[in-house]
């Protein structure tokens, strides 16, 4: 044998080659299941709006099809911004977390200056821009705190751990409250509230921290309740809407009515298109009770399938955060899967009469143009990172 090519130790010097550098992750295919449950929530939600909106819009506009025909074209759009959005690094987003956590707060502000800011049934929660039409800054607002939260939890470290270094989120979620307060938007701060507290939870926030929190979360309730006139209302309203005929049809005709409408359902529903309370008894029928119109025409059946659809959904974000590629994926994941089930979550309660009327509307079901083009954008995150499971743990996901 020719020692030449023998260093030292006897290993054949084409063997001994240099360790390969660390690469980055590649992109994999994105998670099917969950693809698979956007476009079954989206397909079912545009078929329970066209059927609950079709008497209101006959009665607002005299046409149909107005609400389906135009939550249908931002479906479409929607659908290929997500597909565009899950091939794009969800890392970008972190580059504009600061400015658009301050545009929000700005459009926050520019809502609650009379004259700015549009009313509907008393809140006023919307600016009407070219273009868009009615736009609801609260909204925009949950996605900022998904984005900014998840950066400075990764960016503090270990300083989530301790008290002080929880003090800043805590901060931006008081100033966030106080600014829904003079809307008012009870639903959106509890949403925001829960999307913060989940993320820092992730990040390593500590367990017992919820003993002070929730103190002043309660003490907070008790007095919003004590201030807002209208909230006492809506408790009384909630707690027994059918109390008397003068209750029932003022502020318990929304959940009377939404608890008739599920009731008339039974087991196998009306049939799709034939339910009654939707001509204009139930208020909303293609916004905040769309569940409820859905549950008198579908029955259990449809409103079992429709939910198991959400927890599958769910869980499949939750999934994709659990194995995502690195910390910021996980929380930014974390954060929208939170999103989802808790106004998920707090739409069903409010229909079904184990929460007080807050307007809080159905994920891929209510109509909404705007909330729709944003439930998509966040899907297209979630797919992104999922894109960037290992394979081993995408398998076993």
């Not at 659809?309 to 994709?320: E, Q, T």
Request: with cysteine.
């Amino acid at each position: 044998m020719n020692t030449k090519t023998m260093p030292r130790g006897g290993t054949p010097a084409r063997a001994r080659r240099p360790e390969p550098k660390h690469a980055a992750p590649k992109a994999h295919r994105l998670d099917t299941g969950a693809l698979l449950g956007i476009v079954l929530l989206l397909a079912v939600g545009l078929i329970a709006l066209f059927s609950a909106s079709y008497p209101a819009a006959i009665s607002k506009f005299n046409d149909g099809i107005y609400f389906i025909k135009r939550q249908g074209l931002y479906a479409i759009i929607g659908f290929v911004a997500m597909l565009v959005i899950s091939g794009i690094d969800y890392h970008i987003y972190l580059r504009f977390q600061k400015p658009l956590f301050v545009v929000c707060i700005g459009l926050l502000i520019l809502v609650i200056i009379p004259g700015v800011g549009v009313n509907h049934n008393g809140a006023t929660r919307w600016i009407d821009l070219p273009l868009l039409g009615e736009f609801q800054p609260s909204e925009l607002m949950k996605d900022a705190i998904i984005i900014s939260f998840s950066y400075y939890a990764v960016k503090f470290g270990d300083r989530v751990r301790k008290i002080r270094g929880d003090l800043p989120f805590f901060g931006a979620l008081l100033l966030v409250a106080g600014l829904l307060y003079f809307e008012p938007h009870l639903s959106g701060t509890i949403i925001i509230f829960g999307i913060g507290l989940a993320i820092l939870i992730v990040a390593g926030m500590k367990i017992w921290y919820f003993i002070p929190i929730g103190i002043v979360v309660a003490a907070a309730g008790v007095w919003y309740i004590a201030t807002q006139g209208y909230a006492n209302a809506r408790i009384e309203a909630w707690l027994n809407p059918f109390a008397t005929d003068e209750l029932f049809r003022g502020d318990g005709w929304q959940g009377g009515n939404s608890q008739i409408a599920i009731g008339s359902g039974g087991f196998w529903g009306l049939g799709l298109g034939q339910g009654r309370q939707k001509h204009l008894y139930l208020p909303e029928p293609q916004n905040d009770f769309i569940f409820s119109a859905w549950c008198e025409e579908m029955g259990f059946v449809g409103a079992l399938l429709v939910i198991l659809l959400f927890a599958f959904l769910i869980y499949r974000c939750y999934n994709i955060a659990f194995h995502a590629q690195d910390k910021m994926g996980c929380l930014l994941a974390t954060g929208i899967a939170t999103k989802l089930a808790i106004q998920t979550l707090l739409n069903l309660f409010v229909v079904t009469g184990l929460f007080p009327v807050t307007g809080a509307s159905l994920p891929f079901f209510s109509y909404g143009g705007t909330a729709l083009l944003m439930q998509m954008g966040e899907m297209g995150i979630i797919l992104n990172i999922s894109r960037y499971m290992r394979p081993s743990e995408k398998r076993r996901g």
